[in-house]
């Protein structure tokens, strides 16, 4: 049963360029949050989506950040023109109902954005 | 709003000894409680939760956290480390009425011989 799968690990962009980074939930999960993780500091909420659907992005910056969870495929979050203060780390989590009922997600390894 | 403190940016400790990771949080309703941990270049584990029910939770690798309401804290333990317990450890909290689970900034437990 294969866990939440995020590729790539890593990516290397110089400023300007676009990233965009993949997430496959876990087999029946339906709701999927992207987090990031700045060197040296805890994990920070950007959105939560469930099918189709943005349910809340106030953690995403205003510009450059997109995020979707098309009906078929991964979720992709996207940022474009990408500057060296977006070098993080981002994580993806999902669960197979809302956190309301059970408050757990379950991780992926992560992909490590370096921009130059 | 809710928030989750991790007083302790490293912990470091010798092999065999007690470590206690402090973690207090605010919130103005009732929580659920988490510590994850997180080894280098991983993703986050979950470790231990407090849904409802018994104050005292426990993983299967030996480490225990007890929520105590009244100081509003969610501090985890383990008499005695391993080299092996060296990682990130993360709590986090959410509650009945909100979509995401909040992060304190993580405690680096690092475990020496």
């Known amino acids: 049963n294969a866990g939440v799968m995020q590729n790539p690990r890593h990516l290397v962009r110089r400023r300007g360029q676009e990233a965009r980074l993949r997430c496959s939930p876990m087999k029946g999960h339906s709701h999927v949050y992207w987090y990031r993780q700045l060197p040296e500091e805890g994990l920070k909420f950007m959105v939560y989506?469930?099918?189709?659907?943005?349910?809340?992005e106030s953690g995403m910056p205003k510009e450059r950040f997109s995020a979707e969870f098309p009906k078929e495929g991964p979720s992709i979050l996207r940022i474009q023109q990408v500057v060296r203060g977006d070098s993080a780390a981002y994580f993806c989590?999902?669960?197979?109902?809302?956190?309301?009922?059970?408050?757990?997600?379950?991780f992926g390894e992560g992909s490590r954005l370096t921009v130059l | 709003a809710q928030s989750v403190t991790q007083l302790d940016s490293q912990v470091p400790v010798f092999e065999e000894a007690p470590v206690e990771l402090r973690c207090n949080y605010s919130?103005?309703?009732?929580?659920?409680l988490f510590w994850y941990v997180q080894y280098p270049n991983q993703g986050l584990q979950l470790l231990l939760k407090?849904?409802?029910?018994?104050?005292l939770v426990e993983s299967i690798n030996g480490f225990e956290a007890e929520f105590n309401k009244s100081q509003t804290s969610f501090h985890l333990r383990k008499p005695s480390v391993h080299i092996s317990d060296t990682a990130e450890y993360f709590c986090a909290v959410s509650s009945y009425n909100t979509d995401k689970l909040i992060f304190g900034t993580g405690t680096r437990l690092q475990v020496f011989p």
């Open positions: 989590a999902s669960s197979p109902i809302p956190l309301t009922d059970t408050g757990e997600l379950f």
């Open positions: 407090y849904l409802s029910g018994s104050t």
């Open positions: 919130s103005s309703v009732s929580v659920y």
């Open positions: 989506l469930q099918k189709e659907n943005i349910i809340d």
